[in-house]
C-alpha cells in the first residue's frame, strides 16, 4: 500500500510538472506570436503607406525615405495610443 502511494504521489509531481511547463510554454509562443503579428502589420502598413508616392513616375529616391520615416513616426505614435 505504501509503495503504490508513494508511486501515485511521484507520478502526480511529475505530470504536474509536465502540465506547468506546457502552460508556461503556451504563453511565451503566445507572446512571441501576437509581437510577430504586431511587427507584420507595422511593416505591411508601412509598405502600403509607400505605394502611392513609389507609384508616381519620375519620384526621387528622398522623397521615398521621407515617406518612410513619416510612416514609421505615426506608426509608433499610433501604436502607443491604441
Request: net charge positive.
Given at each position: 500500500?505504501?509503495?503504490?502511494?508513494?508511486?501515485?504521489?511521484?507520478?502526480?509531481?511529475?505530470?504536474?510538472?509536465?502540465?506547468?511547463?506546457?502552460?508556461?510554454?503556451?504563453?511565451?509562443?503566445?507572446?512571441?506570436?501576437?509581437?510577430?503579428?504586431?511587427?507584420?502589420?507595422?511593416?505591411?502598413?508601412?509598405?502600403?503607406?509607400?505605394?502611392?508616392?513609389?507609384?508616381?513616375?519620375?519620384?526621387s529616391r528622398a522623397s521615398v525615405l521621407a515617406v518612410a520615416k513619416l510612416g514609421r513616426q505615426v506608426m509608433k505614435?499610433?501604436?502607443?495610443?491604441?
Open positions: 500500500m505504501k509503495k503504490s502511494t508513494l508511486a501515485l504521489s511521484a507520478a502526480l509531481v511529475v505530470t504536474n510538472a509536465a502540465w506547468l511547463y506546457a502552460f508556461i510554454d503556451a504563453g511565451v509562443s503566445y507572446s512571441y506570436l501576437a509581437d510577430s503579428y504586431h511587427h507584420a502589420k507595422a511593416t505591411a502598413t508601412q509598405a502600403i503607406a509607400l505605394l502611392p508616392v513609389v507609384a508616381k513616375p519620375g519620384v505614435f499610433s501604436r502607443r495610443t491604441g
